[in-house]
């Protein structure tokens, strides 16, 4: 071959393609073979061929991007690889699982700290989206500035340059959230008892979700003893444990556009006649939104809630990028799938992190089948 | 039958690909152990001149990924080293990938998963251990018999092996040094023990009651935020007499030593914060160092000393230096009378993988690359001070505050390397120590926690 990278890149892409073209015709052949074996007329025969060799490329894809390196994967996840030892990876059996659910408190912590962000920020987010749903659905002048405004977050997503400018927005000194929050708490005294009482509800709950994780309650009993906050007091977003994980609920709610696009979909699909007919009875407002359309969005409310469980439960990039630099509070936010990340790329342990994502794959899993048996008793599907 | 073909297809090819997969023999077992020997290399020895005649078979890349420079540090090897080099041998063609420090483990655990990548690559101090089964034995090319200059390095050189084998060159000494504005501290300065520390941090800290934030911070260790950083920890720790293991290679943190490093943490963090339970904010970020002074509103960045290496520190052009002083960390020799000054040497280093294929041509260009002149240059563009003895000259003795850098570095320094598992390490230790900060251990129960967990992470 010859040995300039450039042409090499070049020669490789080609080759790829080429291998791609030749798979997919095999692919298509395999399938009309198997169809011909089953008794399958030649038409029948000719239209397996064709729609086998147009979805081959994608499927192909699949296998290589995602069932060999899933094979690779659980075959790690049963030796102790390590990717600086220079060395063949050892089979170890069922060790890493057994450690990692019995011996290993980082990974516990982590669950813990997952289970947060899902219990709370989930709620947080579906209830915001509804809310900003229920808003756009009246028809108000800028309606469609505003659907985009919130619906922005979620075409920037959580990439680096946006969590960024949330880390200073969320600084305790100079952000802008805080210099708001004291300056509404000097105009108005009333925003500023609620601010001290947000403040103290939200430390006392993150204290006790800190102690499950550490098995110890010491920081509950000071966030106790300490008593109403003073006046002074603002939240200490990314400086402090208690803090650390609802900067990463504030995001998640910040980013709840796709959620909302969801719900406004459904209350647009909801007949203006049940509402009328409310109306003629005498439903105010929100009796209206709470017997006839919040019963008639479970549905979305249910694809919401499966899609953003598994999004929770994944979470990664905003505790990366807000708390990757901070140490000290990495272990009262880790997720996860950050402790995967920790495990695999920071200790270089292949083969334990490969057990972590088969244990998160199983976990995901298992909600997702409960929140499908579960639907039957609280999603309406019918209209009438 | 549609479901039928579907479901046999389908299966058919996950099937295959499992069986693939399995078969299929990872990356790391085609490779040679690290600590065999290397073939004879193919280049002449160093210490004749470089062959202008030498052709290689065919054409070849060499790959460097680096991590430490400057835009100055890459313009200058694109325009001195690399074509000299090339010049040297021709078909040889150099190739840089500037990288960055953050998601550098993620990077690099790619290149020794797949088993290829850039031959030479940068690394930092505390490095050699944990990626020392990857990097190739270079004794043969840049050992003393190969390579006399080698013996111009000083004890930075040791960051660069691993078991007693040379893996690479280190480029530059970065001590952790305490940077004082002796314009703005009250009281003894520098402080020579915990407990002058300890008055130092109460008298020079202030907190606005208004915002129920710092607005100067008596010292900024590493992290200021929680002054709770391990490689604070281990700064504090040497300066006690310390020793990470003991004489048997277990960890040593049930030590005396130990413990009063945890409880200075912790004092000098409540003598700044105040207890956690107050929730007083960090001092906001200012613009440069923090001991800089803010060119646009002409204050003070707010922080009175700073324990840090010299890029945390201004720049030598700044007119601020005329108020700062350099000094090492003193330890508490009242209470340990092992005690010594100490500067924490941070010694990145440039490593030859043991996956390369042109580990002779690696090595020739290490050799280019750190000859006496070339490291004073690579560090003038960095501000830093050269690895090599010899190198030190130039803007090392021009700049007074380089020139004070190296003299403590040699009196003082102790090297951040040799550290078992470093990685394991960090995150044991940063997350007890933030279980310190927020009161939730106790400092016995942290060092318990710290020696427990990280005699589990050595077995």
């Known amino acids: 071959m010859i040995r300039n990278p450039y042409i090499n890149v070049t020669l490789v892409a080609g080759a790829t393609v080429v291998f791609i073209i030749l798979v997919s015709f095999a692919l298509a052949a395999l399938s009309r073979f198997i169809a011909k074996l089953m008794g399958a007329t030649r038409t029948k025969q000719a239209n397996t061929f064709a729609g086998y060799l147009f979805a081959a490329p994608w499927i192909v894809g699949f296998l290589i991007f995602v069932v060999v390196p899933m094979a690779f994967s659980l075959y790690w996840s049963f030796t102790d690889y390590r990717v600086t030892a220079n060395a063949a990876p050892n089979v170890i059996g069922f060790d890493n699982y057994t450690r990692l659910l019995f011996n290993d408190s980082g990974f516990r912590a982590s669950i813990v700290n997952t289970l947060f962000l899902t219990v709370v920020g989930l709620p947080v987010q579906i209830a915001v989206a509804l809310f900003l749903a229920v808003l756009l659905n009246q028809k108000t002048r800028g309606e469609r500035i505003f659907r985009m405004a919130f619906y922005l977050p979620v075409i920037l997503g959580f990439n680096t340059a946006v969590l960024l400018c949330w880390r200073l927005m969320l600084n305790t000194g100079t952000g802008i959230i805080n210099q708001l929050i004291r300056a509404l708490s000097a105009a108005f005294p009333p925003f500023g008892y609620l601010n001290r009482a947000v403040i103290f509800v939200v430390e006392i709950v993150n204290a006790f979700f800190l102690g499950i994780s550490n098995g110890k309650f010491s920081l509950l009993i000071k966030v106790w003893e300490a008593g109403f906050p003073a006046a002074n007091r603002v939240p200490l977003w990314v400086q402090s444990p208690l803090w650390s994980k609802m900067s990463v609920v504030f995001l998640m709610a910040w980013g709840c556009g796709a959620m909302m696009l969801i719900f406004l979909a459904g209350l647009n699909n909801i007949p203006k006649e049940l509402h009328e007919a409310a109306e003629v009875d005498g439903a105010n407002g929100w009796k209206r939104f709470w017997m006839v359309s919040f019963p008639l969005l479970t549905p979305y409310i249910f694809y919401n809630l499966v899609i953003g469980l598994i999004n929770s439960l994944q979470i990664f990039e905003p505790i990366y990028v807000l708390y990757r630099d901070n140490q000290p509070l990495v272990s009262s936010t880790i997720s996860m799938v950050y402790y995967l990340w920790q495990a695999s790329f920071s200790h270089f342990e292949i083969g334990y992190g490969s057990a972590i994502s088969w244990l998160i794959f199983v976990m995901i899993l298992l909600v997702t089948a409960i929140q499908f048996k579960m639907q039957d008793r609280w999603v309406t599907y019918d209209l009438y | ?459």
């Open chain 2, 1 to 459: 039958m549609k479901k039928h073909t579907i479901f046999s297809v389908l299966g058919l090819l996950v099937s295959a690909s499992l069986v693939l997969a399995a078969c299929a023999t990872p990356a790391a077992t085609t490779q040679a152990p690290a600590n065999t020997q290397p073939p004879a290399p193919t280049s002449a020895p160093a210490n004749t001149p470089v062959p202008e005649a030498t052709t290689a078979p065919e054409p070849v890349t060499l790959k460097i990924y680096l991590l430490d420079y400057t835009p100055d540090t890459i313009a200058w090897l694109k325009s001195d080293i690399n074509p000299a080099f090339e010049k040297a041998h021709p078909g040889v063609t150099v190739e840089i990938t500037e990288g960055s420090w953050t998601g550098w483990d993620t990077t690099f655990s790619g290149f020794f998963a797949a088993g290829d990548g850039p031959d030479i690559i940068n690394l930092g101090s505390e490095m050699n251990t944990l990626y020392g089964e990857s990097l190739a034995n270079m004794d043969e090319y840049l050992g003393e018999a190969a390579w006399p200059d080698i013996k111009n390095f000083g004890p930075a050189l040791e960051n660069a092996k691993y078991n007693g084998h040379l893996a690479g060159l280190p480029i530059f000494t970065a001590p952790r040094y305490v940077f004082c504005r002796t314009d703005l501290a009250k009281g003894t300065l520098p402080p020579q023990n915990f407990a002058d520390w300890i008055t130092f941090a109460k008298d020079n800290t202030v907190i606005d009651p208004a915002t129920n934030a710092l607005t100067q911070q008596a010292l900024q260790p590493v992290d200021a935020g929680s002054m709770a950083d391990w490689q604070w920890w281990l700064l504090v720790f040497y300066s006690l007499g310390g020793e990470l293991y003991k004489a048997d290679g277990s960890p040593n943190f049930d030590s005396p030593e130990a413990l009063a490093t945890t409880q200075f943490l912790l004092d000098m963090r409540q003598a700044t914060y105040g207890p956690a339970a107050d929730a007083v904010g960090a001092l906001p970020a200012g613009q440069g160092s923090p001991i800089d002074v803010n060119d646009a509103t002409s204050t003070d960045n707010g922080a009175v000393c700073l324990a840090h290496s010299g890029w945390a520190a201004p720049s030598f052009d700044r007119p601020i230096w005329d108020k700062v002083s350099i000094e090492p960390f003193y330890g508490d020799p009242a209470n340990f009378p092992n005690s010594k000054p100490v500067v924490l040497a941070f010694n990145d280093w440039l490593a030859v993988a043991d996956y390369s294929k042109h580990k002779d041509l690696a090595a020739e260009w290490l050799k280019a690359a750190f000859t006496k002149e070339a490291n004073n240059k690579w560090n003038e563009t960095m501000g830093l001070i050269p690895a090599r003895n010899d190198s030190q000259y130039g803007f090392v003795t021009e700049k007074p505050q380089l020139q004070r850098e190296a003299e403590l570095a040699s009196k003082y320094g102790v090297g951040f390397a040799g550290i078992e598992e470093s990685a394991k390490l960090s995150t044991i230790m940063q997350d007890a120590l933030g279980k310190l900060i927020t009161e939730e251990l106790t400092p016995e129960e942290v060092v318990a926690k710290i020696q427990a967990d990280y005699t589990d992470a050595l077995k």
